[in-house]
């Protein structure tokens, strides 16, 4: 696990960030956005079980809730109140503490980049079609891993969240490592598709809610994100239509001011909504008879 952080006094911390990085990642991720953050807030960006230098249990979790279970001991350098921040399989962990966990009424503000949450496409007539495309990635990724073709699961997996983007030639090293990584590719498919009532819990947030995507991300993405911003109370999208999916990273420059932005914003929401009324401010009832 990595977490970032710099020592504060607890007069110094506003709120803790929990940042959850996406599939075949790690904490490293979100380096250039804690040193952003690090000023005001304790950042924590755990490396998710069977990523970066979490190898995770014998058995890999196949649920959200379990990864999020996971991650509970590697959580708890975050007090106080929790700025969540999740990019896509990562988005899907930080949707779940937001809406079902121990951390849930911890939460001050959501930041949701790209959540992979393709049950929610499920619930739509129109939206069936990309959920099922999806499906089919996750039987392809997993024929290939069961034949110990890893290069090919990693192939299709990049291709599909390359969306419009052009192709790019990785350095060998960097496919060496997404290789020794490919089979958890798998579990985080499982995951994902098996979560549910993902609506209901969407309806029900009611901290602010930042949602980001990509004009070059696949197709996928951005209607979760569509679908989202039209269930989550007040919920705030914005739209980078020159991004691919890795914006976290592509375009960290313009993302991570945004969620400063909307962590400030929240932190003073907050502050204002705990400070008592001055009795004297409060207009007398008018007397009856």
Known sequence: MKNI??????????SSVIALHCSLGSGRQWDRLAAVLAVRHRVVAPDISGYGDNPGPCVL???LAEEVDLLSARLGDAAGPIHLVGHSYGGALAFKIA???????????????EPVLPTILMENGSDLRLYEHFVRLAHAVYRDLWKGSGWEAIEKFLAFWRGSEPAEQLPSNVLVRLIAHAEKLAFDFTAILAEQNVTSAAAAIRVPTLLVSGGLSPC????????????????ETWHLPAAGHMLPIS????????IARHMARADEFASLSLVPRDPSEQTAAPLLG
Do not use: F, K, M
């Open 220 to 235: 996928l993405t951005q209607r979760i994100i569509g679908r989202l911003a039209a269930t989550i109370p007040a919920a």
């Open 251 to 258: 375009d960290a420059a313009a993302v991570n001011p945004a």
């Open 5 to 14: 952080a710099r020592p504060l006094s607890e007069s110094t911390i506003a």
């Open 61 to 63: 979790p196949t649920t």
């Open 99 to 113: 809406t079902d966990s121990s951390l849930a009424g911890r939460v001050r503000s959501l930041t949701l980049i």
